[in-house]
């Protein structure tokens, strides 16, 4: 009982944080770094509300940490690039701190899904709007609008704590 509880309060934590980084870089472009602070803190209560529950799988301390690292690499790699801002790749890392080794192909895989779909929806606004201008579109001018990736990320996040939810529940 106390285990379902603590899972269910983990997993109430990520999705309202991840409302507030969606929102925030949705309004500002920037996530706010409390909110990987915060989720940093709590993923050890995650990890251990994982392992003492009956229902749900803990891949480890470990292989969270591997995959968190490789994921941050990844992202370190793409703000280095331009591709990402460095909320966005922080929100990322620690996200891979809660869904583990097991989970993480699957979310990451979404979540380049879904940050796909964010920006074919701001480059058809942006060639509206440049369209509307009287200017002519071109790649250039649509490719300066910035993406709020942390969107997807977000995604993501919720699909995990869905699936998780899920498991928790199942009997």
């Known amino acids: 009982m106390l285990a379902q509880a603590a899972v269910f309060l983990s997993i109430t934590t990520l999705i309202i944080l991840l409302l507030i980084a ?3 870089d949705i309004a500002s472009f920037r996530i706010p770094n409390a ?8 993923a ?6 994982i392992a003492s529950h009956p229902n749900l799988a803990f891949s480890g301390i470990v292989p969270s940490l591997v995959t968190a690292a ?6 370190f790699g793409m703000f280095a690039a331009g591709l990402m801002g460095a909320g966005d ?5 620690v996200l891979a701190l809660w869904v583990g080794p097991a989970f993480a192909p699957r979310i990451f895989t979404l979540i380049v ?3 796909g779909v964010v920006a074919l929806i701001i ?4 060639y509206a709007q440049i369209r509307k201008s009287g200017e002519k579109p071109n790649l250039r001018k649509i490719g300066k609008h910035h993406v709020p990736y942390g969107v997807a990320i977000a995604f993501g996040g919720w699909v ?6 899920l498991n928790a529940l199942a009997q």
Do not use: D, N
Request: aromatic share 14%; no cysteine; charged share 5%.
């Open 113 to 115: 899904i879904a940050g």
């Open 70 to 75: 490789i994921v941050f690499a990844i992202g």
């Open 44 to 49: 050890p209560f995650f990890w251990w509300a």
């Open 89 to 93: 790749v922080k929100l990322m890392a």
């Open 35 to 42: 909110i990987s602070l915060v989720l940093l803190g709590l």
């Open 22 to 24: 969606a929102r925030s």
């Open 123 to 126: 480059a058809i606004k942006a």
């Open 160 to 165: 995990f704590s869905g699936q998780l939810i």
